[in-house]
């Protein structure tokens, strides 16, 4: 291939064998969820679309993204469109880490999605497919498995297709195979094909956005066939009648719900004592964490709380058989009297965090400094420490908040800073028309926010920055400031609540949830959203807009919501800031009327 004549050129090293944007390991699974499973309206094999590293156009490129993912697509097609123009290759390896893929066509059904792509079609299936109806008509666990497993094949396809269609379109080159940096230093990286030939590819800039990989706890003995991670997971072969899962994080929470609403049973292993407590440690307001832990008992799952697994028992010669596993206290010895000791589970899944995806990487060859946990360090402007000073890093190889909306904000800001240039030379309808009115921005002391940096640090310090969804079932989601946070800044904080069951949709739809506003007592404003319930992380940003535009209680109660609608709930919870002793005895009697429909029991 043909280098660049810029010192800052570089070039890429993929082993010819598709694997995943979110993993690079040196092995791929034996088995693959959709390896038996094909859905009967694909069209053209997506494999295609890519081309092996010994094709690649002999020619240079301004731009290599590794990683598929939802980050380095949504970056690739940013720098191939207008005003950047440039020439980008993407380089991907779907198996390395057991994504959806359909073994029949060879189709990547996981490029441009997010790590959790597997676990949200499972969602969507579990609401599409009734999986008890199903077994009352006769039909086998095997063919009940099949069914889901073909829906999640066509809502995955969907996106892939789509995702392909764009790449092609905007002249993006897609290559599969795996990425590493060149021993001999620098920045740049070798192609080595299934032959072992290696290929070079220059490129003057690179963005790495290989994702993450699950935490592997030490003593557990992951095998993808019975003991899985949220990744193999998407290996899984059949219904499993009980499943048991460590965690008590998003991840767990939504596999927890997933597998109980697919018929399983349930029981969820968490080492805090109170449940609640361990959601409010990732963010979570401690009303939407209490609600969340009250949905998982009133849906039938399990919680064994302040445990954790002390051994593991699996069948060796019949895979169907059961595994026990030993429980024991949180950090080790007896649990209380009385307290569960032995459990048995067709299947156990840790989902106990993530870690970025690097290690495959040799980032050391390159110069780029990593943490501990393997999460690549850089500046405010997402540029890493590479000799080369040409290398960006960009969403979960950042390390926390590990959410694809921040990756793919990262991404945008890593193109804007290696393509400064371009924009420069873009003229806004603003600027035409001599607009120097506030951006519409606002800022408590001194954080911002619209949160223009995207750098890790400047994530975390920022509350304002983003929102977080948890997509479980009821959903929750927030933005902003929580009453405890408040405080801390010194803002005397109030709450107006809305029960769903308080608003039409909600009490005929969908009762069991709640939505909060926190606010300024002093001026009113809107500081924070929290919401719990069906959409939430849909509605959280009408109100992640009224906290960014410094919307009072008051602009609320004077809005208009069209009637049959979730939105209305923010009206009754503005109403309830207004008039606390009134919406508690309203919230009561709502909540005594939904304890008896829980219940089944008809009110007098």
């Known amino acids: ?41 694909l069209v053209s094999p997506l494999h295609l679309a890519a081309i092996p590293p010994q094709d690649i156009p002999d020619k240079p490129f301004d731009l290599a993204v590794i990683g598929a993912g939802p980050v380095g697509v949504s970056a690739a097609l940013l720098a191939a469109r207008s005003p950047h123009s440039k020439k980008v290759i993407l380089v991907d390896a779907p198996r390395a ?27 969507d299936t579990g609401k599409r497919i009734s999986v008890s109806s199903l077994k009352g008509m006769g039909l086998r666990d095997d063919s009940v ?64 956005a290989t994702g993450s990989t699950p935490f592997r706890p030490g003593g557990i003995p992951f095998d993808g066939k019975r003991v899985f991670d949220s990744d193999s997971i998407n290996t899984l072969s059949y219904l ?86 030993e429980l024991e206290a949180k950090g080790g010895g007896e649990r209380p009297t009385g307290a569960t000791t032995t459990l048995k589970c067709d299947i156990y899944l840790a989902a106990v965090g993530r870690k970025p995806n690097t290690a495959s990487l040799n980032l050391q060859a390159a110069g780029i400094q990593a943490d501990s946990y393997g999460g690549i360090e850089t500046d405010m402007n997402l540029k890493a420490t590479a000799s080369g000073g040409n290398v960006y890093a960009a969403g979960d190889v950042l390390g926390r908040p590990f959410l694809a909306s921040t990756g793919m904000a990262q991404g945008a800001a890593a193109i804007q800073s290696m393509f400064a240039e371009d924009s420069m030379n873009v003229i806004t309808p603003a600027a035409q028309e001599g607009d120097s009115t506030n951006d519409g921005t606002c800022e408590v002391g001194e954080l911002c926010m619209a949160g223009e940096n995207f750098d890790p640090k400047s994530l975390a310090s920022n509350p304002f920055a983003f929102p977080v969804g948890v997509w479980s079932s009821p959903e929750a989601s927030y933005y902003g400031l929580s009453s405890q946070q408040c405080e801390e800044m010194g803002i005397t904080a109030g709450e107006g609540v809305a029960l769903y069951a308080e608003c039409l949709r909600g009490l005929v739809f969908s009762p069991n949830g709640l939505l909060k506003l926190v ?16 959409d939430a992380c849909e509605l959280i940003h009408y109100g992640m807009e009224l906290v960014k535009a410094k919307r009072t209680i008051d602009d609320v109660l004077s809005n208009l919501y069209s009637a049959v609608t979730f939105h209305e709930m923010y009206r009754i919870a503005a109403m309830a800031a207004v008039d606390e002793a009134g919406a508690r005895q309203r919230r009561r009697a709502a909540g005594r009327a939904l304890a008896t429909r829980n219940k089944g029991i008809a009110p007098e």
Not at 155 to 173: C, K, M, P
Request: aromatic share 6%; glycine share 8%.
């Open 1 to 41: 291939m043909r280098s660049t004549s810029t010192l800052a050129s570089c070039c890429l090293a993929i082993v010819l064998s598709t694997t995943n944007t979110h993993a690079f390991q040196p092995h791929p699974p034996s088995s693959i969820i959709l390896q038996k499973h094909r859905s009967s309206n």
């Open 240 to 325: 499993p009648k009980s499943v048991a899962i460590t965690g008590s994080g998003i991840i767990a929470i939504e596999f927890a719900k997933i597998f109980k609403n697919l018929g399983s049973d349930v029981t969820l292993i968490i080492r805090d004592k109170i449940p609640r407590n361990a959601l409010m440690k990732i963010g979570l307001d401690k009303d939407i964490a209490a609600t969340l832990v009250a949905d998982l008992a009133r849906s039938g799952i399990k919680v064994e709380r302040g445990a954790q697994v002390k051994k593991f028992h699996i069948p060796r010669k019949n895979d169907r058989a059961p595994i026990q596993l």
């Open 97 to 123: 880490s057991g994504a959806l893929m359909n073994e029949e066509t060879g189709e990547d059904l996981s490029i441009g999605g997010p790590t959790g792509l597997f676990s949200k079609a499972l969602r």
């Open 145 to 208: 498995w099949n069914e889901i497993v073909t829906s999640c094949v066509e809502l995955a396809s969907f996106n892939a297709r789509d995702t392909i269609r764009q790449l092609e379109y905007a002249g993006v080159t897609y290559v599969q195979g795996y990425a590493a940096f060149a021993d001999s230093g620098g920045s740049s990286l070798f192609i080595t094909s299934d032959d072992n030939s290696i290929t070079t590819l220059n490129a003057d800039k690179i963005l790495i």
């Open 519 to 534: 606010y300024d007592k002093s001026n009113g404003r809107i500081m924070g959203v929290h919401i719990c319930g069906d």
